[in-house]
């Protein structure tokens, strides 16, 4: 069922229920998109709670998406990883998906990093490159349902928050550091967020890089206005797992499947990326 909007009073009954089920105390938060789950296999010490048993957190039907908490130490470092996340095309609100958000604010998380499948649109992107967001084009929010819209809550944020930085500046630079120490290779760009679950079409693609997008998926920005909000610094880690097609008759068709196979094939550079950038955060 759809729900608008959360009081504290419920986001405190889910913080609580997760904080009365692990031993840990996350000070760093992991979102993990399509494909990308077996990243949580790394988390040492884990404790895993279902989304579907900690109270008001809605779980993502999309396969790839495992629908679990996991807490427990990552390159030495307190995490939480949400194995999965929740959609706006999956009939939830978009409060629905962005209240794990808010519940790492009360869980003391002061820094977030999300990861998400993109297709790619920046002529110079191939499939299986790795891209820092370092701006984004909400265009699902522009049109009205944005994540703060509602009563603000005054104990997390301010009512009119300015996003002239969604994405840490520093953080975006001590991942180039990591990257370049490993000899890997990063993109940086727009991130284009759309409603979905239809994937673009190519005059849709050919307008997306029009007005500036680099990549284009179906999730993050909510978490991203919703973490800013409540003053938690982000970094966002797209891969590029297909090539966006920008002209009919090309023959060449973008798929879910493609999605979940370039995110396996990514998975062990990405997850070297991030333990090097959770150590350096150390």
């Known amino acids: 069922m759809s729900k608008d909007f959360y009081s504290y009073q419920e986001l405190k009954e889910a913080a609580d229920y997760i904080q009365s089920h692990t031993k840990h105390r996350p000070e760093i938060g992991l979102v993990l998109g399509s494909g990308l789950s077996p990243l949580a296999a790394e988390v040492e010490e884990a404790d895993f709670l279902p989304y579907q048993k900690i109270p008001h957190f809605a779980y993502s039907t999309v396969p790839g998406h495992a629908g679990r908490l996991v807490t427990g130490r990552l390159a030495g470092q307190p995490v939480l990883v949400m ?9 939830y609100s978009i409060q629905q998906i962005t209240l794990p958000v ?7 998380i002061k820094t977030l990093i999300v990861t998400n499948a993109a297709g790619g649109i920046n002529s110079s992107f191939r499939v299986g490159d790795l891209m820092l967001i370092n701006d984004h084009l909400n265009l699902v929010g522009m049109a009205g349902p944005n994540p703060l819209r509602g009563p603000n809550l005054d104990e997390l944020g301010p009512r009119f928050p300015s996003m002239t930085e969604p994405y840490d500046l520093e953080l975006i630079r001590l991942a180039h ?4 120490k490993m000899g890997l290779m990063l993109q940086e760009g727009v991130y284009a967020y759309l409603a979905g679950p239809s994937f673009e079409t190519p005059a849709e693609i ?10 284009v998926g179906m999730s993050t920005v909510p978490e991203i206005i919703v973490a800013r909000h409540s003053d938690i610094q982000v970094l966002g880690i797209s891969t590029i797992t297909n090539v966006a097609i920008q002209q009919l008759g090309s023959g060449a068709e973008t798929t879910h499947e493609e999605v979940l196979e370039t995110g396996k094939q990514v998975v062990p550079r990405l997850m070297s990326l991030l333990k090097g950038i959770l150590a350096e955060l150390g």
């Open 102 to 108: 808010r519940v790492m604010k009360l869980l003391g």
């Open 83 to 91: 194995q999965g996340q929740s959609h706006f095309y999956e009939g």
């Open 177 to 180: 550091r990591v990257a370049e």
């Open 206 to 215: 050919r307008y997306l890089k029009t007005i500036g997008a680099d990549a």
